[in-house]
């Protein structure tokens, strides 16, 4: 695997594709950096591993598996063959990477079983736990990933790390909190030193998924409790909450809908520390087949929205809240040069001069139909 992180780079320059992409408006000051990529490969779904930040260190999680076509409506994903789980690693505030591969180093694979095939061959996989308490997830070098599974049909696990993803512990089995299945991706806010509320999705009654629910420990991951669902089961799916908090009491999350009349993100907010949720005006009406977005503060109290479109032009976007999401900017096109539908779960980390990077995954005509996982570093124009 050494070869790899030699041989990417050689990659990218020689094809002449390092830099990636159209301009974005001027006011954004955006420049598109390569993560990760490689020819034949597939490199995938950020969103649903987790990006972490300590000032101008910052790590991304990623699937690395195998390209191959399966027609308009599907992940070009080779499901015969390995899903990796990879992390990449920028220690100058993203402008560069490089890549680890946990289960190389011979470490517990802190994701869990793949959702698209197995592990790496020859790498055991190692059986959940019940967490014994004792994480500290206060701790300055503390990560954690939240995820699910499809070798035990809805169940999700989480592990963590405190020395900045180096290492795992885990994977730890979170319950079922008595829905028929579970299907968790990493959002997380730490309330303090043995406490942490989660936002997750579960199925609904009939099997299908999803509706968001809201879940805590407050004895250091040993036990977690439901706290609330945040709607009744919809007509489609509501699924992968990006939520920040905005006060003792106060959580805003953006939610992934999808039904038969469309795509967007809606929203909702708790007053009570996430015991009752109201729906409020939705940041996106329209995001095409269909994406998650994710959320940050920045420096000024602003909120932050990225998010992918899924219709042409195949576009990562980007809107700003300066009333604790009441209202939002127009969308900022951080990207159009998309070349199909299959891109977005986008993660950003604000760094502390401010500048905002957004990793995601993606494809541009430049590149082939290899998608791999790309950053836009960019400055939000100042509040007027």
Known sequence: MTSLRLLAPVFLLALGFAGLGTAAPADLDATHVVVYWEKGRF?????????????NEILVGFSRGWYKDLGPKRH????????????????????TWALEHPAEKGQLIPWGESLHGVETPGVAIPELQDCPGGVPFTHPDFAMTLRMSSVDAGVSRF?????????????????????????????????????????????????????PFCART??????????????????GYAIMPASVRLGPEEIYTVIRERDET?????????????????????????????????????????LCLTYAVRKAPFRMCAKVSADRGATWSPEWVLRDDGANRDIGYSQSVVRPDGRVVTAYYFNTAEMGPERGILATLWTPPPAE
């Open 159 to 211: 592990c963590y790390s405190t020395d900045r993803g180096h290492e795992w512990k885990g994977p730890f089995r979170l319950p079922d909190f008595g829905f028929k299945g579970t299907a968790a991706r990493t959002d997380y806010l730490v309330d303090g030193p043995e406490a942490c509320t989660a936002l997750l999705t579960a199925s609904k009654a009939d099997g299908k998924e999803g509706v």
């Open 76 to 95: 070009h994903f080779d499901r015969e063959k390995p899903e990796e789980h990879w992390l990449a690693r920028s220690l100058d505030g993203g402008e």
């Open 43 to 55: 490199g995938g779904w950020p969103a649903n591993h987790g990006m972490w930040c300590w000032g």
């Open 218 to 235: 407050t004895d250091g991951g040993k036990t977690w409790e439901m706290v609330s669902r945040l709607m009744d089961d919809p007509k």
């Open 262 to 302: 469309g795509a967007w993100l809606s929203a909702h907010r708790s007053l009570d520390n996430g015991k009752t949720w109201t729906r409020e005006k939705n940041p996106v009406d329209d995001c095409g087949e269909g994406n998650p977005g994710d959320l940050v503060a920045l420096a000024d109290g602003r």
